[in-house]
């Protein structure tokens, strides 16, 4: 067996599984999605409110920072998945809304999605996911800023 550290098993290389994992997973789920990256797609799926959304709230949604997710938001605007509106309270900040086009693709993107996570979790018990579930949870908990 491959081992990391002198104590530590291959298996329970945890930084570099979860590293490894994520972008395989990511790039996986951007092909799956077409037409939108799977960060793309996150931003869809937190365009549900009917007064629209901030950049702010989208960043803190996907755990990014405001500069990056208003580059997303850039590029989603420049295909035509979202839209930009000057919020009524607040003239310097903008709402953003889903266009007809980004309702489509999110409706795309949540039924890939809903795949993704059956495969995801085929072959393991219920027990087995309510840990693995458990753990994930608390190393975002542990690590949150």
């Known amino acids: ?46 365009l549900d409110a009917p007064e629209g959304v901030l ?13 990056a997710a208003t580059g997303l938001v850039d590029r989603m605007e420049a295909i035509g998945l979202v839209e930009r509106r000057a919020d009524p309270k607040d003239g310097r900040a903008a709402r953003l809304f889903l266009t007809d086009k980004g309702r489509e693709m999110r409706a795309y993107a949540a039924a890939r999605t809903k795949e993704i996570n059956a495969r995801l979790v085929e072959d393991f018990s219920e027990h087995e996911l309510d840990i693995v579930a458990r753990w994930l949870m608390t190393v975002a908990e542990r690590f949150s800023k």
């Not at 950049?55 to 500069?67: E, K, N, Q, T």
């Open 1 to 46: 067996m491959e081992r990391g550290a002198p104590d530590e098993p291959f298996t329970r290389r945890f930084i570099y599984l979860l590293s490894v994992a994520h972008r395989r997973l990511q790039a996986w789920m951007t092909e799956q999605y077409g037409e939108v990256t799977s960060a793309q797609a996150g931003v869809l799926f937190s």
């Open 55 to 67: 950049v702010g709230d989208v960043a803190r949604s996907l755990g990014i920072g405001a500069p």
